[in-house]
């Protein structure tokens, strides 16, 4: 049996055991890798751990650790009461906010998991201020963020535009940024009606008096901080190293995830008292589970299930048929990998039937991209597993069903429809 099947099923059985039974999705996937690539492919122990991602597996642990020591000494709560503030009652508001927002740092440059980093914190816990269903409120968060993913400053249209023009092609930049805008904003306004939207049109939301309890996710309550509360110094230390943070990767793209390190190790180190136990926050569930799943997935294209896949649809000789494929690949592919590197790979493989001029450049590119990013709301791309490692720990199961659901449908319905909309009326001009 092909080392590709193998890998293919196996990625499957992965996810079934892990869905239906306690046993962790990371863990499996480990297991999994280790088992194909010592007794299958014969690679050493080194070559197995080559696919693990310590990128994302310092970004989820910095940036879980310092809103954590946030989160504990009353900061997050103290922003979210501002923003109650200025917001007042009008819940239906939020959503839209969370989304807008989200969008802003991609669309002015910043890669995705770097503003989803800073901004999903503060968005879920603004959400859950106004009893806003969680999942809506997390998927405003990943869909604002990938509206911007095309942006002519972001990262990953020059890697489109790098791809295409090393084999004499081009793009219109426009075309490519609004095509995937209009697709995530779309998206929004589904999101926004399928989890309770139409209610916060009727509804408006309760003034919650300083001091009075409000109801917590979990079924508890906290009191609200009075506004006038002045800010200790540990708080003040805090707002400072944050907006440091999101400064140094949002305008000078340094690393997120060693940042906020650095910031979380120096607030402990400066106010011990505040933060006791504070790096328990890590969510170390959320970081097997995405560690060991990516881990599984850079295995397999290393082994070049992708590209014999891709490889065998490019030769199909059908440009409508190829097309839509290769989105398919995309899609699927991307919801449990780097769309950046995916991007690198299909866009090279989509040339030779492009060349031909029978599909225009512009939107089979757009259709591509929008088919590989959309899927981000899966809990296992960084953005997605960001989203999901700031919600309440008794929350994250659930979540991580409906991501895991919504991201499946996006990579199910995204060719179809980036197809009907863009590749298939430029096939029949």
Not at 396 to 405: D, E, G, H, Q, V
């Amino acid at each position: 049996m092909s080392i590709h099947v193998i890998g293919v099923v196996a990625l499957v059985l992965v996810f079934v055991i892990g869905t239906l039974r306690p046993v962790s999705i990371g863990v499996l996937a480990l297991i999994a890798t280790f088992l194909i690539g010592t007794l299958v492919a014969g690679e050493s122990v080194k070559e197995l751990l080559s696919g693990f991602p310590p990128d994302l597996f310092v970004l989820l642990v910095g940036v879980t650790y310092l809103f954590g020591l946030a989160a504990v000494n009353g900061t997050i709560e103290w922003l979210i009461d501002r923003a109650v503030g200025l917001l007042g009652d009008r819940p239906v508001l939020v959503p839209w906010l969370i989304f807008v927002f989200s969008a802003v740092p991609t669309t002015a440059g910043a890669l995705g998991p770097a503003g989803v980093a800073m901004l999903a914190p503060l968005c879920l816990r603004l959400g859950e201020r106004y009893g806003i269903d969680r999942r809506m409120s997390a998927l405003m968060v990943m869909h604002g963020s990938c509206l911007g993913n095309f942006s002519p400053l972001n990262g990953l249209a020059v890697i489109v535009r790098q791809a295409l023009a090393h084999n004499g092609l081009s793009v219109s930049a426009a075309g490519l940024f609004f095509g995937n805008a209009a697709y995530n904003i779309v998206l929004a306004v589904v999101i926004f009606l399928l989890f309770g939207g139409r209610k916060l049109w009727r509804e408006r939301g309760v003034e919650v008096p300083e001091g009075d309890a409000v109801p917590t996710s979990g079924g508890g309550v906290a009191v609200r901080e009075s506004t006038r509360t002045p800010l200790r110094v540990d708080q003040v230390t805090t707002l400072v190293v944050m907006v440091a943070v999101a400064i140094g990767a949002l305008v000078f793209n340094f690393e997120i995830g060693f940042m906020a390190l650095i910031a979380a190790a120096l607030l402990h180190l400066l106010f011990p008292e505040r933060f006791a136990k504070a790096d328990r926050q890590i969510v170390w569930s959320v970081v097997l589970l995405i560690c060991g799943v990516v881990t599984l997935v850079g295995a397999m294209q290393r082994w070049g299930t992708i590209d014999a896949i891709g490889g065998a649809i490019a030769g199909l000789g059908a440009p409508l048929l190829i097309g839509f494929l290769l989105c398919v690949v995309g899609a699927f592919t991307s919801a449990f990998a780097s769309s950046a590197g995916l991007l690198g790979v299909l866009i090279p493989l989509a040339v030779p039937f492009l060349v031909q001029g029978e599909i225009g450049v512009s939107a089979m590119i757009t259709a591509l991209a929008i088919s590989a990013t959309v899927v981000d709301s899966t809990p296992f791309s960084s953005v997605g597993a960001l989203t999901l490692a700031n919600a309440p720990e008794a929350e994250r199961p659930a979540l991580f069903r409906t991501m895991l659901t919504w991201g499946l449908s996006m990579a199910v319905t995204a060719p179809v429809f980036t197809w009907l909309l863009f590749i298939l009326p430029s096939g029949l001009a």
